[in-house]
């Protein structure tokens, strides 16, 4: 089932055609500032999306291993894609509030938990977490090779 959205404006609209099972929380501070509180973002495999007004996206490169996109008429944060290298380049982390219908896609997991503000919380259990140290290690470069 492929999932479609858009910026507010509709200048920037998408479609996912890459199955989409499980959302994830961000709580690092790029991501609240970007978003205006937690990101919520639908993991897409590159070429997992089509995008249509992609000349109206703005790019901003926000750290060494990922950039952000955003509308450039309305400002809407759309995704933030991974420019690191490795497995996970050109991966896209698309906005849950940006689908047209997020219904049924469960929150399966939260990133930076030890960065989340006091202030909110979400319910449930069997999330999987991860704190800024295991991110970072995630993301980190691979050591180099010596002969």
Same mark, same amino acid.
């Given at each position: ?16 055609? &890459?199955?989409? =099972? @499980?959302?994830? &929380? ?5 991501? $609240? +500032? #970007?978003?205006?509180?937690?990101? *919520?973002?639908?993991?897409?495999? +590159? ?6 007004? @992609?000349?109206? *996206? &703005?790019? %901003?490169?926000?750290?060494? #291993?990922?950039? $952000?996109?955003?509308? +450039? ?6 995704? %933030? $894609?991974? =420019?690191?290298?490795?497995? !996970? ?8 509030? =940006? ?8 929150? =399966? ?5 030890? *960065? +989340?503000?006091?202030? %909110?919380?979400?319910?449930? @259990?069997? $999330?999987?977490? !991860?704190?800024?140290?295991?991110? !970072? ?6 050591? @180099?090779?010596?002969?």
């Amino acid at each position: 089932m492929s999932h479609s959205g858009s910026c507010i404006c509709g200048a920037v609209s998408f479609t996912i055609t &890459a199955p989409v =099972t @499980e959302t994830g &929380a961000c709580h690092c501070s790029m991501c $609240r +500032k #970007w978003s205006g509180g937690v990101f *919520l973002g639908v993991q897409v495999p +590159k070429g997992g999306m089509q995008i249509e007004g @992609e000349e109206n *996206l &703005a790019v %901003y490169t926000s750290s060494e #291993w990922a950039e $952000r996109a955003f509308c +450039k008429t309305c400002g809407s944060s759309v995704f %933030y $894609r991974v =420019t690191a290298p490795g497995p !996970m380049n050109g991966e896209m982390h698309v906005g849950m509030g =940006t689908f047209d219908d997020a219904s049924g896609i469960p929150l =399966t997991g939260e990133i930076f938990i030890d *960065l +989340k503000p006091d202030g %909110y919380a979400f319910a449930g @259990e069997g $999330r999987n977490v !991860m704190t800024e140290a295991e991110v !970072m290690a995630m993301f980190a470069a691979p050591p @180099e090779d010596h002969p």
